[in-house]
């Protein structure tokens, strides 16, 4: 028996340890006390842990160490299928009825979560800001044009084509830790291509106002100082607005 009692301990402790590693390469904050409450409540299924460290890197910047525990500890329930990606097409594209749609559908679904929708539209935007900052601006309607051919075109091969030249153009442009950071954070063809297109829609500027708006957002409603939907319908208006 007390062998039994003596297990759980010691595999809880070594899935904490595994959490403080997934940090340090991830570039998250190590911080023992939210990789004891992660790995506690993920211990049986230390996989989750990835999926759980993948919000947290929504809410933080890289390397951010200010921030408060009992903010961050929300965003790790046990089970989550909640589905933004509709609601982030159509405020990527300024589409606001599309906005509107997906946050009654949310509603509809019993799955409305305005601080997790904000946070990740916030990285969304902070997505669309990278590209806009790695893109040479004479450049930015050639690549515009290659991403919508590789969204609307039917031939495997010439979305293959267009997505090793948009990559080719990144590779050429950025330094070897501006590359390591864009393959990482678009492995996917289609997903780089979809927000090639939509950085398109915006200028650095409204997306560097979006991004602080985001955040001050997040910020009242952890604070319960304003009303949620009113908040997000009016953010939606600004983000689409022309």
């Known amino acids: 028996k007390s062998k039994l009692v003596e297990a759980e301990p010691k595999r809880l402790n070594s899935v904490i340890s ?41 809410f933080l910047e890289p390397g951010e160490e200010n921030f408060v525990i009992q903010d961050v ?36 679904a019993s799955e409305w979560e305005p601080i997790r929708l904000l946070i990740s539209t916030k990285s969304h935007f902070r997505k669309l800001l990278d590209l806009k900052n790695w893109i040479y601006e004479p450049d930015e309607l050639m690549l515009f044009q290659y991403s919508h051919r590789y969204l609307t075109s039917r031939s495997r091969k010439e979305k293959e084509k267009l997505s090793a030249d948009i990559r080719d153009y990144f590779q050429e442009r950025l330094n070897l830790f501006q590359f390591e950071k864009f393959q990482k954070q678009f492995k996917s063809d289609y997903y780089l291509s979809k927000l090639v297109f939509q950085q398109h829609y915006f200028n650095r ?38």
């Open 18 to 58: 595994l959490t403080l590693q997934a940090m340090k390469l991830m570039d998250l904050p190590v911080n023992k006390y939210l990789a004891e409450k992660i790995a506690d409540i993920h211990q049986s299924n230390p996989l989750q842990i990835l999926s759980e460290l993948q919000k947290l890197r929504l």
């Open 73 to 108: 500890l929300p965003l790790f329930p046990k089970s989550n299928n909640t589905n933004f990606f509709g609601f982030l097409d159509g405020i990527g594209t300024r589409r606001i009825k599309r906005c509107l749609k997906e946050i009654q559908a949310l509603k509809d």
């Open 205 to 242: 500027e409204k997306l560097v106002n979006l991004l602080a708006e985001c955040s001050e957002m997040i910020a009242n409603f952890q604070a319960r100082n304003s009303h949620e939907e009113h908040s997000i319908h009016q953010f939606v208006f600004d983000s689409c607005q022309k």
